[in-house]
């Protein structure tokens, strides 16, 4: 859902050299490079010996915390070696001893680190969360020291500057000159003092992003809210039987609520006891600052001073140009400038809808204005009213089992993949399942794990990773692409409109890691520009929508009746209800993310001064608030991969919504010829550059006002 869009990550997002480049090709057993006998010092650890599972997935049960550290440290010493042989070849730099070598090199990295870091996400426990803490600025000063090799930059700043004389592919000119650039604001080119203190930058904000990302997810974890019938006026039947099955989980009574965004939202959109509906969001608006000694806002303040000084090694004013020098906006400016654009038409529409919900509260006895956690409740009141549908009794017609069909129809229909269950595959939890992709002709393209469920230790929020991303070198590998979501458990799990919506978008990014055609690692799937990476996923959303897909999908889970078709024109209707509200939360956490990243003193930073100041600033309508406060904001803080780059969704829903109106213009939502130009883009990767690929797939360049339109912000 807009404001709140999951995150992607892949193995290969950084997309430094030193990041893992997996290599096992899917359909044999996973087979690490042969050790050195001074590497190789555990014959026994199972991250080190080779894998006979079906699809050469980790062997799970066989794997325990106590295998990372020392699988980490032989697997980097292996890294180090390959690259300083590399380095060390007498023969002049070539395109393939030096560019495609270091395409091959880790890639018993790649397999133990995406093994780890889905485990740490998806299955934590107190001894993995340590490793974590641990692994984190090793591996973090290892990528440095190989991205800072004085030998490696030598050899590729040389067939750089050749690069007009080696005759090469356009894959592999894009991939030398991306890996140029890459090296040269990594500061390969820096000198030695300068190159030594952006490595302990590096170090640094990586323990400083592990530490804020488990600080959330412990705050999580451990508040809740315990209620009793007497507690749950209002509520549906699904967020009854959630809670119950929470409560059990926890060896509790009653019903218990959490900080997840699955517990949380049903409750605020639905309870209609409103001294509750405060506890329960004042508890997770401070998530990152509910427990003392634990508090986020030192971790964010010396986050933002490294991430300025490194940008000012590197010869930029501030993190926020720096990072988006290598976009498709280009600046912050002018992604500022769209964001912008949509600021004050969204503010438009929010007074309007806020004076709405206040009258119509006023008429339902409620007096006062309206809070932030009254406006899902009474935003669906009025939606019932406005256009006599009840959200929670559109649920059965949402079961998780006929959203996943709708899914693999779509891509069926659109693309020529088929997904087929497999019952073999090891688990790290029982939740999780495995879907072999297969393409029109039976051939085995890559296999697609679901993890849907809500639980302790793991992540909030909903995200695509990879254990493998395609690898076209030498006999070629299939992707192995995960998708994680934190669904409340429930039998029968029915989902929100919302929820079935984020389905179809990580399904988006999955399908983008799947259907990858790139012949190298660091042009695969999801390694493409940050203000690209969520156009395949966003775009994918428009298909949950389409009549014909809610008609055959969408049906009610007991008695298998179809919406009915007056109230699918109703649903349909009403998706642009609270379009003011929505915007305005996404809006003003992309708006602070900049001016964070801008912020020309941050080590005088007062977080909460300043975020009081900045909604001031930019005029935040009363009673609303930050959907993702700085205290919690995994996306810039747990990590870089959208630090300065919130923006990215909104760039996306610009191409996503130009996008889709082709097919709306086409009259077909599966036109085989568009449909065509769209798999080359999710075929594509990083291979070319994303305004070239996306021009050649809609006949021109993009256009907002498409997006304005879909909003319902035309005129605001």
């Known amino acids: 859902m807009q404001g709140g869009r999951p995150i992607v990550c892949s193995s290969n997002d950084v997309r430094l050299l030193t990041e893992a480049r997996p290599a096992e090709n899917s359909q044999r057993a996973s087979t690490p490079p042969p050790c050195r006998p001074n590497l190789c010092r555990m014959t026994e650890n199972p991250l080190l010996t080779p894998w006979t599972t ?21 697997a980097m010493a292996a890294h180090r070696a390959e690259v300083a042989a590399i380095g060390a070849n007498p023969a002049a730099p070539s395109f393939a001893n030096t560019i495609e070598a270091l395409e091959g090199a ?12 889905n485990l740490a996400a998806s299955h934590a426990t107190d001894a993995l969360q340590q490793v974590e803490r641990d692994i984190a600025p090793k591996l973090a000063a290892h990528r440095m020291a190989i991205a800072l090799d ?4 030598q050899r590729v700043s ?24 890459r090296l040269t604001r990594a500061g390969a080119g820096l000198d030695p003092k300068a190159r030594a203190r952006l490595s302990e930058i590096s170090t640094r904000l990586a323990t400083l992003h592990t530490n804020f990302g488990q600080n959330v997810l412990a705050d999580e974890n451990e508040w809740r809210m315990v209620l009793t019938n007497a507690d749950l006026d209002g509520l549906p039947d699904f967020a009854r039987g959630a809670a119950r099955e929470a409560a059990a989980a926890a060896g509790l009574d009653g019903y218990v609520f959490t900080l997840s965004r699955s517990s949380a939202e049903p409750f ?13 969001w004042r508890g997770f608006a401070a998530r990152g600052a509910l427990t003392e000694g634990r508090e986020n806002a030192p971790l964010i303040r010396e986050i933002l001073m490294l991430r300025r000084e490194r940008a000012q090694l590197l010869g930029e004013a501030d993190f926020a140009t720096f990072r988006l020098r290598d976009t498709m906006a280009g600046s912050p400016d002018a992604a500022e400038a769209l964001l912008r654009a949509c600021w004050e038409p969204a503010k438009r529409r929010i007074a309007i809808e806020k004076a709405e919900l206040e009258a119509f509260a006023r008429t339902a006895g409620h007096h006062g204005a309206i809070e932030p956690w009254d406006w899902r409740y009474w935003a669906e009141r009025a939606r019932q009213a406005k256009h006599n549908f009840d959200g929670a009794a559109l649920k059965p017609h949402f079961e998780l089992e006929a959203m996943l069909r709708a899914l693999f129809d779509t891509a069926r229909r659109l693309f020529g993949l088929v997904f087929e269950e497999r019952a073999d595959i090891p688990r790290y939890h029982a939740d999780l399942r495995g879907f072999e992709a297969l393409d029109e002709a039976g051939k085995h393209v890559g296999l697609l794990l679901l993890d849907n469920y809500a639980r302790p230790g793991k992540r909030s929020g909903a995200w695509m990773s990879s254990f493998r991303v395609a690898d076209g070198l030498g006999d070629g590998t299939a992707p192995i692409i995960i998708n994680n979501n934190n669904l409340a458990r429930a039998t029968p799990t029915l989902l929100s409109f919302d929820e079935a919506r984020t389905l179809f978008h990580e399904f988006g990014h999955a399908l983008h890691g799947l259907m990858s055609r790139a012949r190298y690692p660091s042009q695969s799937g999801t390694a493409v520009l940050g203000d690209f990476v969520e156009f395949p996923s966003q775009v994918m959303e428009n298909w949950l929508s389409l009549p014909e897909t809610l008609q055959t999908h969408a049906r009610h889970h007991e008695t298998g009746e179809a919406l009915d078709e007056a109230l699918l024109a109703r649903v349909l209707a009403a998706r642009n209800d609270g379009q003011g509200f929505a915007m305005v939360e996404y809006l003003s956490c992309a708006l602070i993310d900049l001016a964070l990243h801008r912020h020309t003193a941050p080590e005088d930073l007062s977080l909460a001064e300043f975020e009081a100041a900045f909604l001031t600033e930019i005029g935040m309508p009363e009673g609303m608030a930050l959907r993702h406060r700085p205290i919690h904001f995994g996306h810039l803080f747990s990590g870089d991969g959208y630090a300065a780059g919130y923006y990215f969704y909104l760039w996306a829903e610009v191409l996503d919504a130009d ?8 009259g077909n939502p599966f036109q085989p010829e568009l449909a065509a130009r769209l798999k080359s883009i999710f075929e594509a990767g990083d291979t070319a550059d994303p305004m070239t690929l996306y021009t050649a797939f809609r006949g021109r360049p993009p256009q907002v006002e498409a997006l304005l339109r879909k909003r319902g912000l035309v005129g605001a």
């Open 659 to 666: 996008g889709f109106q082709a097919f709306e213009e086409a």
């Open 268 to 280: 605020l959109t639905f309870s209609a006891r409103r001294d509750l509906r405060e506890k329960l």
């Open 158 to 181: 040389a067939l750089h500057e050749q690069r007009d004389s080696l005759h090469l592919a356009a894959d592999q000119r894009r991939l030398l000159e991306r890996l140029y650039l």
């Open 106 to 117: 880790g890639r018993l990295l790649s397999r133990i680190g995406a093994t780890f870091f």
């Open 150 to 153: 004085p030998a490696i930059f």
């Open 54 to 74: 079906p699809f050469g997935l980790p062997p799970f049960a066989a794997i325990a915390p106590g295998h990372f550290p020392p699988a980490f440290d032989a």
